[in-house]
């Protein structure tokens, strides 16, 4: 019966953790620090990680042997899958090197985190399996129950059946009529008993974040149960020494009922959004194909765009006043030639005076106009402000 009241008066101060255990400890926190998405499954005992790839979500089971880290991790996977680290008969047990050369020196958060590096270099592919996460497959036969470490308050069950009916949680203390109620500081509900049927992983605080952020608040735990101290003391004799009844009670309780309800109305939920998010894939499809033609057409406009933008650079160079006074220069040297080359056909006696005058006048003119809007333009080049100012 001093399993079901925990906190009698008789009971001491919890002993200090062995090194062992302090050991354990310090990979667990390890194995946190690498993967922030990790999930307790039984406290110092069971962890979870999921991971997606090639949109399929695997997790990956580690569990700890009571002698950890003395013992190897038993790592697995789950759904089954093909995979060169992946036992081929059972396709779940990892049997990487990381795993099985794992030692006393070796650190827990990085071992899983290279396994994880090598899941993502080489995905691993999922095998027809079980759709729902089985319970007890990764607690190798023979591995007797380990009690979660620095709880020492919970009585180490034996290893029980997997077909057989889970236990459940101790029961907090209840007051003998006429005496005051023991005070002790309320401890964390242990994690190990698993009902079939609730969601996985069991919070094990008051507050449970999943991996999409939503926080689940778990229902209140009372310091006591009032209803124990109408049950007489052969009965509570005959509950602590037959687990049915006892889970008979607990299942019973109204805030077992509110979890149970609560993870109908999630499953409801979930169910709901999955229909509507279905119901929205036409439309969702549509404005993909949409922003594809959108993306095609901003394509074509940028490269229209480009070829204008180097046109309007090639325009720009040729209308800079250099380009200006170098054309300008050019044009009067070649009035100039054709001035001399009429000069000289008149001497040659090729033209009569009347033609040469009228043609020679109007080359030379052109020449000397040319010379001076030259002159003018490097003037307005080497003082910009000259040329604002003639305007």
């Not at 591995?143 to 470490?149: E, F, K």
């Not at 509950?239 to 979890?259: C, T």
Request: with cysteine.
């Amino acid at each position: 019966m001093n399993w079901i009241f925990p906190f009698s008066k008789g009971s001491g101060p919890l002993p200090p953790l062995t090194s062992l255990q302090q050991q354990r400890q310090r990979q667990i926190e390890s194995l946190r620090a690498a993967h922030s998405s990790i999930a307790e499954i039984q406290k110092d005992v069971e962890y979870r990680i999921p991971f997606t790839v090639n949109n399929t979500t695997i997790n990956v089971n580690i569990l700890l042997p009571p002698q950890f880290p003395q013992e190897k991790p038993v790592v697995s996977v789950f759904p089954p899958v093909c995979h060169h680290l992946v036992d081929a008969t059972s396709g779940t047990m990892v049997t990487s090197p990381l795993i099985t050369n794992f030692g006393m020196h070796s650190d827990l958060g990085k071992t899983i985190q290279g396994l994880m590096d090598e899941f993502w270099k080489n995905p691993p592919v999922v095998t027809s399996g079980p759709s729902s996460f089985p319970y007890g497959m990764y607690k190798p036969p023979g591995m007797p129950y380990a009690t979660p470490q620095g709880f020492h308050y919970i009585p180490a069950f034996p290893l029980q059946d997997s077909s057989a009916r889970p236990v459940a949680p101790a029961l907090a203390p209840v007051p003998h009529p006429g005496t005051e109620p023991h005070a002790a500081p309320r401890a964390a509900a242990p994690a190990y008993g698993l009902i079939t049927g609730l969601p996985v992983p069991v919070p094990t605080a008051d507050t449970q974040a999943g991996l999409n952020g939503h926080i689940y608040k778990m229902p209140e735990i009372p310091e006591m149960f009032p209803e124990l101290s109408e049950i007489s003391a052969a009965r509570l004799k005959e509950m602590s020494e037959q687990e049915d009844l006892l889970l008979d009670y607990f299942v019973r309780l109204p805030q077992l009922k509110q979890v149970t309800s609560d993870k109908e109305e999630l499953v409801t939920g979930i169910v709901d959004i999955a229909k509507k998010n279905l119901l929205l894939e036409p439309q969702l499809e549509g404005k993909r194909q949409e922003m594809l033609e959108k993306y095609e057409e901003l394509t074509q406009m940028k490269s229209a765009f480009e070829v204008k933008m180097q046109r309007q650079h090639e325009l720009s160079e040729s209308c800079s006043l250099s380009a200006l006074q170098a054309r300008l220069k050019v044009a009067a040297h070649q009035a100039e030639e054709e001035s001399e080359e009429t000069a000289e056909h008149f001497l040659e006696g090729k033209t009569d005076i009347d033609d040469f005058l009228a043609s020679f006048m109007e080359k030379r003119t052109l020449c000397h106009c040319r010379r001076a809007k030259e002159e003018k333009l490097q003037h307005s080049i080497n003082s910009p402000g000259s040329l604002h100012s003639a305007h």
